[in-house]
């Protein structure tokens, strides 16, 4: 079997985890979600609607 | 002076006794008082000195000749005549021996089509050219052969419309396509009669050639057919729901190296560089943060009825070589973008935004950037050139630079640059960056592939590795700014 790959090998990780618990990055992913997708959704509508009115503009 | 006035190659010196003027006998009947005014209005002051490559044969009027201009009861000659711009005088031994000399002071090339009323043709003029020195604009590199020698000229392509095969929208069109295939290799390189037929199968009645013009979005489907991604942004659309943000994006598309089309209007532009004004105030405490869109002023854009290089300026024009156009004119801007760029600049500004304004793991957790004024610079690179300035920028810090040089990345990605606002604007230098993977979805969290602080550097140990996501921290002990990442543009003291 392969050995595990390491990025950085012999170089110690910080005693200070990015997030304390699974919990702490459950409730990150969570809020990701709840406030980015909504934004992204208005946009996904913003380009459509340009693209709607790009049939209408003529450039010669 | 002009010697070798009856040969082929015919070379004029700018002197008392000949100028630009001298120019429209030699050249005649096909360069014209309104195309040679083009040409001065981009070189006057800085050429000395025109090859005249006569019974030049253009591949890309050829072209059209071709397919259009040779179905004519009167047809204009299938040749054209090509001017070689030289910053000092040269003669033609140093030419065609390949003096360095003469390389050194080759400007570009201009052809002068038999066409009315437009005989610029092809055009590449070297971007030391650009009006505005202090701007920063995408470029290609072409090596032309004069007399049997090569020369070598880096800018951006330029070419008019000749009002019957080609409009503005096939110009505009060609001038992004020729950069593209210019530059890499996995876009081939598009004729322009080739360009007004792409839209034939969406012609819905309209005549394709002659042309009688283009709507944008068959402009984003000619984009598509040659293998770009395109989106289109419609300024009334965004400003209904997000103010501001039209400019924004205009910029990031830009400062990302991105050449682009913008619709003015009846008229469509390139738009390919822009220039920045950092000593315009930072909008102080009331935002957590500046992007440096803000700072921007005006664009480098190329219209197909002026000339390459002219400044579109935020407020409209200031001087006789502005664009008559000013930003709120933009009406509509599409963006050719790559294959593998699945997720679009207004997508991924949400998705960090709202990591750097976590408080346990954003911009709050360095100590370094407190009471600080936090400027941004988003932009989007392949990962290759990422890599590639690693060592020569520094990354602050040993470990940060020795970790992204190991780190399997996607083909491209996003970066969003940390900066203060006070030691960017004097210096250049940032603190930090966040790497967003571009082929993400807008719905994933899983896109940060790396997040550095000048305390701390993230890693997602796992997307490196295709697994899940699996952060790894690392402290950073000592940390210096360092120079801002510099690729996607060309600026005058990097040529």
Known sequence: MPPDIELLPNQPESSRPVFANEQEYAEFRESFVNEVIPQQQEWLEVRRRSEEQARQRFVR | ?495
């Open chain 2, 1 to 495: 002076m002009i010697t070798n006035q009856q040969s082929i190659f015919p070379i004029v010196t700018f002197d008392a006794a000949d100028s630009w003027d001298s120019l429209l006998t030699l050249v005649k009947p096909e360069l014209d008082a309104k195309g040679l005014k083009r040409l001065k209005q981009v070189l006057e002051g800085k050429c000395q000195c025109v090859v005249v490559e006569r019974h030049y044969i253009d591949k890309d009027y050829r072209d059209t000749f071709s397919n259009f201009h040779s179905k004519r009861f009167n047809t204009p000659s299938s040749r054209c005549v090509r001017l070689h711009f030289f910053s000092a005088p040269i003669t033609e031994q140093a030419v065609a021996f390949g003096d360095a000399a003469a390389k050194k002071a080759y400007l570009g090339y201009s052809v002068i089509r038999p066409t009315k009323p437009n005989c610029v043709g092809r055009t590449l003029l070297s971007h030391v050219l650009r009006v505005n020195p202090s701007a920063h604009l995408s470029a290609c590199d072409e090596e032309v052969h004069l007399m049997g020698a090569p020369l070598d000229v880096q800018g951006f392509p330029f070419i008019s419309q000749d009002s019957d095969a080609t409009v503005c929208a096939e110009a505009a069109l060609w001038m992004i396509l020729r950069y593209y295939s210019n530059r890499y290799p996995w876009y081939s390189e598009t004729l322009p009669f080739e360009i007004t037929s792409l839209t034939a199968d969406h012609a819905y009645g309209m005549r394709v050639c002659p042309s009688g013009g283009r709507n944008s979005w068959q402009l984003a489907e000619g984009l598509r057919l040659k293998r770009f991604s395109p989106v289109i942004y419609s300024r009334e659309e965004i400003d209904k729901r997000f103010p501001g943000q039209f400019d924004h994006l205009l910029y990031t598309y830009v400062e990302s190296g991105l050449p682009l089309l913008a619709t003015v209007p009846g008229h469509v532009i390139v738009v390919c560089g822009h220039t920045s004004d950092y000593t315009v105030a930072h909008p102080g405490s009331a935002t957590q943060f500046v992007y440096s869109s803000h700072f921007n002023r005006a664009y480098v854009v190329h219209d197909d009825n002026e000339f390459p290089y002219q400044m579109l300026n935020m407020d409209g024009k200031k001087e006789e070589r502005d664009s008559k156009f000013d930003w709120k004119q933009i009406e509509e801007f599409i963006v050719p973008l790559p294959e593998k760029v699945f997720l679009p600049a207004e997508e991924v500004k949400n998705a960090i935004e709202k990591v750097l304004k976590d408080p346990g793991v954003g911009l709050a957790q360095s100590a370094a950037l407190k009471d600080k004024q936090i400027l941004l610079r988003l932009f989007l690179t392949s990962a290759r050139s990422f890599k590639r300035r690693l060592h020569d920028r520094g990354m602050g810090n040993d470990l940060v630079e020795q970790a992204y040089r190991q780190m399997p990345m996607p083909h491209f990605v996003w970066i969003c640059e940390i900066a203060d606002y006070v030691e960017y604007s004097s210096s250049r230098k940032v603190l930090g960056e966040i790497i967003w993977d571009a082929t993400r979805n807008a719905h994933e969290p899983d896109g940060w592939i790396a997040l550095h602080l000048p305390e701390r550097l993230i890693m997602d140990h796992g997307s490196a590795l295709n697994k899940n996501q699996d952060f790894r921290p690392y402290d950073l002990l000592m940390h210096n700014s360092y120079s801002l990442f510099q690729s996607n543009l060309h600026t005058l003291n990097t040529q």
